[in-house]
């Protein structure tokens, strides 16, 4: 497959088994993340790997840190976490290290550490592996995130849940891009995608 070809046929998935990237193709893909533009060349990104026994850790850590958020939250999406990051055959920790103090406004450098994620799931679409960034209240915790590493300022961006994809890949639907575009004639620009 050529780039566009790649490029136009990424998708997310989180219908994921082993193997998981070797060390070797992992270091390709956070090479092709490192891409990413970055104003000021702050270097943002951070991605911590998890496998193996430290997975059992981590989804203990994330179920922890929902009921901090949420006291509340329902068994459901405690189980779900606990199943989804303790069984995924590798999930990244994606870290920003945020400079609040430099002239380069944060939410730069949080779009930096945007872009690398972007570039790192084609690379792995590229490599053949499957892969979903996922949020949720823990990846705003920033006890959870100190607990990783990334004590305030930085913070968590979420997670990547990597493997290897069951096929078919999911079909999500994508909009026609012409609906997003439109020539500028000197007032507001207008869209399809707006007009309904
Ligand atoms: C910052 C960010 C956080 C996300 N968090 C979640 C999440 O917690 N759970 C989820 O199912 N999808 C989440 N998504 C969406 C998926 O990553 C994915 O984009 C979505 O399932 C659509 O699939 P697609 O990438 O093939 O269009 C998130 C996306 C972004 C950019």
């Known amino acids: 497959m050529n780039a566009m070809d790649q490029l136009l046929s990424r998708v997310s998935t989180d219908r994921l088994h082993e193997p998981a990237p070797t060390a070797a193709?992992?270091?390709?893909?956070v090479a092709a993340a490192l891409r990413a533009p970055d104003h000021?060349?702050?270097?943002?990104?951070?991605?911590?790997v998890v496998t193996g026994e430290a997975r059992a850790q981590l989804a203990e850590r994330v179920v922890a840190s929902l009921l901090r958020v949420d006291p509340a939250a329902p068994q459901a999406a405690q189980d779900k976490r606990?199943?989804?990051?303790?069984t995924m055959p590798m999930t990244l920790v994606l870290g920003m290290r945020l400079r609040p103090d430099h002239k380069i406004p944060v939410w730069e450098?949080?779009?930096?550490v945007a872009a690398g994620v972007?570039?790192?799931?084609?690379?792995?679409?590229?490599?053949?592996?499957?892969a979903i960034w996922v949020s949720g209240p823990p990846a705003q915790?920033?006890?959870?995130?100190?607990?990783?590493?990334?004590?305030?300022?930085d913070r968590l961006a979420g997670f990547v849940f990597v493997g290897t994809p069951e096929t078919p890949l999911p079909a999500h639907p994508r909009p026609d891009a012409t609906s997003v575009m439109a020539d500028w004639q000197g007032g507001p620009l207008s869209f399809a995608a707006d007009r309904g």
């Not at 450098?109 to 930096?112: C, D, L, S, V």
């Open 141 to 153: 915790d920033p006890v959870l995130a100190a607990e990783l590493g990334f004590a305030a300022p």
């Open 118 to 130: 972007m570039n790192l799931l084609n690379a792995l679409h590229a490599q053949g592996f499957g």
């Open 40 to 48: 000021g060349y702050l270097r943002p990104w951070r991605y911590g």
């Open 25 to 29: 193709q992992l270091e390709q893909c």
């Open 82 to 86: 606990r199943q989804r990051f303790s």
């Open 109 to 112: 450098q949080e779009m930096t």
